[in-house]
């Protein structure tokens, strides 16, 4: 079920779980803003989630309320996994879900990355 995005910060959500390293993840970067991981349940040959240390929703809380070095600080370390990870040359696939339109699922900020294969559409029809 997607989630209310104006809802205020739920500390037991699954990726605050994930930071705290209370549940596994298969962690591929760390730095002081963000970290990154694996997605549980890929949508491409590589599937990755770039989440902020920070406490925030999702990307309007974020925008909103953290300072300029943490939105600087994150938004490299998007760069960098991706650059890392080898996706540069061959292209890739950012995502950010925002709230119920958005089919947001998790609570706390995070970008996909997906790369790996060939995509076309931008968003699949109107289906949902
Ligand atoms: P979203 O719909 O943008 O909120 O996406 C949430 C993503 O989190 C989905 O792609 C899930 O597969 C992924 N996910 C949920 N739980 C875990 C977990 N424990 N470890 C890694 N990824 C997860």
């Known amino acids: 079920m997607p989630i209310d995005a104006t809802l205020p910060y739920d500390d037991g959500n699954i990726f605050a779980r994930i930071l705290?390293?209370?549940?596994?993840?298969?962690?591929?970067?760390?730095?002081?803003?963000?970290?990154?991981?694996?997605?549980?349940?890929p949508q491409a040959p590589l599937h990755l989630l770039v989440i902020p240390r920070g406490r925030y929703v999702s990307w309007d809380d974020f925008t909103a309320k953290a300072s300029d070095?943490?939105?600087?600080?994150?938004?490299?370390?998007?760069?960098?996994?991706?650059?890392?990870?080898?996706?540069?040359?061959p292209g890739y696939r950012l995502l950010?879900?925002?709230?119920?339109?958005?089919?947001?699922?998790?609570?706390?900020?995070?970008?996909?990355?997906?790369g790996g294969r060939q995509f076309r559409e931008m968003i699949p029809a109107a289906r949902g």
């Open 69 to 89: 070095a943490e939105v600087a600080g994150f938004m490299r370390a998007v760069g960098t996994v991706a650059r890392e990870a080898g996706l540069v040359e």
């Open 20 to 41: 705290r390293d209370e549940i596994p993840s298969k962690r591929v970067y760390e730095d002081e803003w963000a970290i990154a991981f694996h997605d549980i349940n």
């Open 96 to 114: 950010a879900n925002i709230g119920g339109h958005g089919h947001q699922e998790v609570p706390h900020l995070h970008v996909h990355i997906f």
